[in-house]
């Protein structure tokens, strides 16, 4: 089967789920004008589950509904950077034989970007799941900047330290400011002269592989990446680089 839609009871019966917000007073009338909206965005069978209000002039909404739009996944390509991850201990022989230096690899929450429990998941040694993070390596130095680091000042720590890799994270993507910091990162290091000796990567709940590469990235991460398939990853390309 390469033809798929959603459903809910019955395969193929293209039933979805959709929440929104309006900015209208919630009763009767406000339910039914949720109806017809998703009705004129093209679904069928189109039922409000559930209307509340959440705030003064503004209400939630639950929509059932049926779409009968199919896709044929069989043109869907979209290759993940994440794949037949090393362990601790081959990262660091991969390193030590092919590299023969430590990597450095700088990480940071860019922008006003607060959140960094991912970032810290990625580089803290203790790492995620069981699996250790970068600091643990033999084959890295890690510097983990934290968060709220302007672009500016996570380049010029790059320069300063001539670090291999730079693992941008974003957590925050309202009003799109997660692609706009990483395309002021991408942009800068193009300005300074650094991006073709640096390794860059995207990481952040929402971001995927196919978005980071749209945006000049060397590969993005998302939402479960365990620490030994960035460490993989780095030391893979990095590797790649060095004349056999």
């Not at 890690?142 to 330290?161: H, T």
């Amino acid at each position: 089967m390469s033809t798929i839609k959603p459903f809910g009871d019955t395969l193929d019966d293209g039933a979805v789920q959709l929440s929104f917000t309006l900015p209208i007073t919630w009763d009767e009338a406000a339910d039914e004008a949720a109806r017809q909206l998703v009705t004129k965005m093209g679904f069928s069978d189109v039922a409000v589950v559930e209307g509340r209000p959440i705030a003064a002039g503004f209400s939630f909404f639950v929509v059932y509904a049926r779409t009968p739009v199919a896709i044929d996944v069989s043109t869907v390509a979209a290759p993940a950077a994440s794949r037949d991850a090393l362990d601790m201990d081959g990262v660091d022989a991969l390193i030590e034989k092919r590299i023969g230096r430590k990597l450095r690899v700088v990480g940071a929450c860019i922008g006003t970007d607060a959140h960094t429990v991912g970032i810290d998941a990625i580089l803290n040694m203790k790492g995620y799941k069981g699996d250790y993070g970068l600091e643990r390596y033999h084959g890295f130095d890690v510097y983990n900047l934290g968060s709220q680091i302007a672009v500016e000042d996570l380049v010029r720590f790059a320069k300063q330290r001539e670090v291999d890799a730079i693992l941008a994270s974003q957590v925050v993507t309202q009003k799109g400011s997660d692609v706009a910091n990483f395309t002021a990162l991408a942009e800068l290091l193009e300005a300074e002269n650094l991006r073709d000796g640096v390794l860059l990567i995207a990481g952040g709940p929402r971001v995927t592989n196919l978005l980071a590469a749209e945006l000049g990235y060397d590969a993005g991460f998302g939402r479960g990446t365990l620490p030994s398939e960035v460490a993989t990853f780095i030391a893979r390309r990095i590797a790649e680089r060095v004349p056999a």
